[in-house]
C-alpha cells in the first residue's frame, strides 16, 4: 500500500513559479513509478509528467516541456514537480500517482491514468493573468 500527500499549490501569476511535493507513506515507494497528473471542471484528467523508480527516467506533455522538472528523493519518500513560466492554461487540480510496481506493459503506457495504482488528493493551482 502507498498513500500519497499533495502540497504546494496555490495562486500565483502568470510567469510565475510554483513546487509541488508528493509524500508517499509505504515501504515501496522506491520501487514506484510515480506520476502527476491534472484535471479542470468539466475535463478528464490529463497526463503531465512520469518519473521511473530511479528517477533515471522522465517524460512530459508536451504542453509542459521546459516549463515543468519532475525530480524525486527515495530516502524522503517525496516527488516534486516544479512549475516554471506558468500560464493561466495551467490551472487544474494537481494529482499524484504511483505504480507498484513500477513496470508498464508498454513505454506509452505511463500517459494513462488507469496504469497508476495509488492517488492522492489533490491540489489546486491556479495561474491569474
Known amino acids: 500500500q502507498v498513500q500519497l500527500v499533495e502540497s504546494g499549490g496555490g495562486l500565483v501569476q502568470a510567469g510565475g513559479s510554483l513546487k509541488l511535493s508528493c509524500v508517499a507513506s509505504?515501504?515501496?515507494?522506491?520501487?514506484?513509478?510515480m506520476g502527476w497528473f491534472r484535471q479542470t471542471p468539466g475535463k478528464e484528467r490529463e497526463f503531465v509528467a512520469h518519473?521511473?523508480?530511479?528517477?533515471?527516467?522522465?517524460y512530459y506533455q508536451d504542453s509542459v516541456k521546459g516549463r515543468f522538472t519532475i525530480s524525486r528523493d527515495n530516502a524522503k519518500n517525496t516527488m516534486y514537480l516544479q512549475m516554471n513560466s506558468l500560464k493561466p492554461e495551467d490551472t487544474a487540480v494537481y494529482y499524484c500517482?504511483?505504480?507498484?510496481?513500477?513496470?508498464?506493459?508498454?513505454?506509452?503506457?505511463?500517459?494513462?491514468?488507469?496504469?497508476?495504482?495509488?492517488w492522492g488528493q489533490g491540489t489546486q493551482v491556479t495561474v491569474s493573468s
Open positions: 509505504g515501504r515501496t515507494f522506491s520501487m514506484s513509478a
Open positions: 518519473i521511473s523508480w530511479s528517477g533515471g527516467r522522465t
Open positions: 500517482a504511483a505504480k507498484s510496481p513500477y513496470v508498464f506493459p508498454s513505454p506509452d503506457a505511463v500517459v494513462r491514468e488507469e496504469e497508476y495504482d495509488y
